[in-house]
């Protein structure tokens, strides 16, 4: 084990913490009704340059992430996965990176310390901003589920407005120049409104997100006050990644996938972006 790793904040809560069972419980994800269908193989689309998924318990929303996590692993596998995720903890940065491994019941991650070692130099370096968050955490067995070999680089915003998203965008391209990475936004939509609420404005607010329309995304979270909680994150992947198009592939709530309160769903969305 490095010596210096991130220790997992919510192993045995937002998913299994015992490594057999967390297996079981991702390929449950994927063959369930709600989820892809059973994890394909690389069939060599490479054009897959981000993808949006969310961050819930693994019951709540993990068969949504799946649909994500198999369109990174029909894309190849490249030298890193920049996971952007936001902040719920109030941490003191805008923006602020961690080059400590990802430890999950499934062993280390490690991060992609080139990488890691260029954006120290434009963006804060600090494991401790990381310790609580699970934005991050909860997307990191299923990328080592589809890429055993996969090395990432954690970045959480804790402010997420336009701004912080371009500036944050405009370091992460200057990355794609000399690797081949893949961005994951990691975002959850509405939280708590019925039902009928959540699959009319959420669904509004995708066909914004698949046009990689990222003013109007903006626009509409603002004026309809909407509980998103990842737009920055989805702002900057867009963004980073150079992406002109998004598909949606799954877009579902609480309500759909565990049959409780149906008056106070959060919803979930899976998108490609090519």
């Known amino acids: ?43 060599g689309h490479d054009d897959v340059k981000a993808v949006m998924v969310p961050h819930a318990g693994y019951m709540a929303s993990g068969m949504n992430a799946a649909h994500g996590f198999d369109a990174l692993r029909r894309s190849g596998r490249p030298d890193a996965y920049v996971i952007i995720g936001p902040d719920h903890y109030g941490v003191p940065y805008k923006a602020v990176l961690c080059s400590d491994a990802y430890l ?22 600090d494991p401790r901003a990381h310790m609580r968050e699970h934005s991050i955490e909860v997307e990191v067995p299923f990328l080592q589920y589809i890429d055993p070999d996969a090395r990432i680089v954690p970045i959480i915003m804790g402010r997420q407005d336009l701004g912080t998203a371009e500036a944050l965008a405009d370091i992460l391209k200057e990355i794609r120049k000399d690797f081949d990475v893949r961005f994951i936004a990691s975002s959850d939509l509405m939280h708590y409104v019925p039902y009928d609420t959540e699959r009319g404005l959420d669904s509004m607010l ?29 702002a ?39």
């Open 1 to 43: 084990m490095h010596e210096n790793v991130r220790y997992p904040a919510v192993a045995g809560r937002f998913y299994p913490l015992e490594k057999d069972i967390l297996i079981s419980t991702i390929e449950r994800c994927f063959s369930h009704e709600l989820g892809p269908g059973p994890a394909s193989e690389n069939d």
């Open 104 to 125: 999950t019941p499934l062993g280390e991650c490690p991060v992609h310390e080139e990488i890691c070692g260029r954006l120290r130099e434009m963006i804060p370096d």
């Open 206 to 234: 995708l066909e914004h997100i698949t046009a990689c329309d990222i003013e109007g995304m903006y626009r509409m979270i603002s004026d309809f006050d909407m509980s998103v909680c990842g737009y920055g994150p989805i």
């Open 236 to 274: 900057t992947a867009i963004m980073a990644s150079g992406s002109t198009k998004g598909r949606l592939l799954k877009h579902t709530n609480s309500w759909d996938s565990l049959s409780y309160d149906r008056d106070a769903v959060v919803g979930y969305a899976s998108t490609e972006f090519v």
